[in-house]
């Protein structure tokens, strides 16, 4: 169990970094109403979960990589906010294009994955 938690942690670390340094560098250009670094973070994620799990992937890995690392490399609260504000700023077009491409890439990416994990040893 507790190997597990510090597992789950040092994903979860790293994961955080990543999307922290991801968001910061995408998201504060100014060249998008779109937060392209949450999009980015968001689908490419859905790909490697569905990748880890269409691979078989279980175990100590999961723990790591699918739980620690992509449970906090994604977020769906800042995804939340960012709807949020670009719903408060009247961005009608911008807050649709986002929703769609986030939930409905993030599908696509997931199955996308999920069928490249099955194909491909890891």
């Not at 190997?3 to 789950?8: C, G």
């Not at 942690?9 to 955080?16: K, L």
């Not at 709807?83 to 009608?92: F, R, Y």
């Amino acid at each position: 169990m507790m190997i597990a938690m510090m597992l789950v942690g040092a994903g979860g670390f790293f994961g955080a970094m990543a999307r922290y340094a991801i968001s910061l560098r995408w998201n504060s250009d100014g060249s998008s109403k779109i937060p392209a670094g949450t999009l980015f973070v968001n689908l490419s994620g859905s790909f490697l979960i569905g990748l880890l799990t269409g691979a078989g992937v279980g175990g100590m890995v999961m723990l790591l990589f699918g739980v620690g690392f992509l449970g906090a490399f994604t977020t769906f609260s800042t995804l939340n906010y960012e709807v949020l504000q670009l719903h408060l700023k009247k961005h009608k077009k911008a807050l649709l294009i986002y929703m769609f491409l986030t939930y409905g890439g993030g599908l696509l990416l997931v199955c996308l994955g999920f069928l490249t994990g099955g194909i491909l040893p890891l």
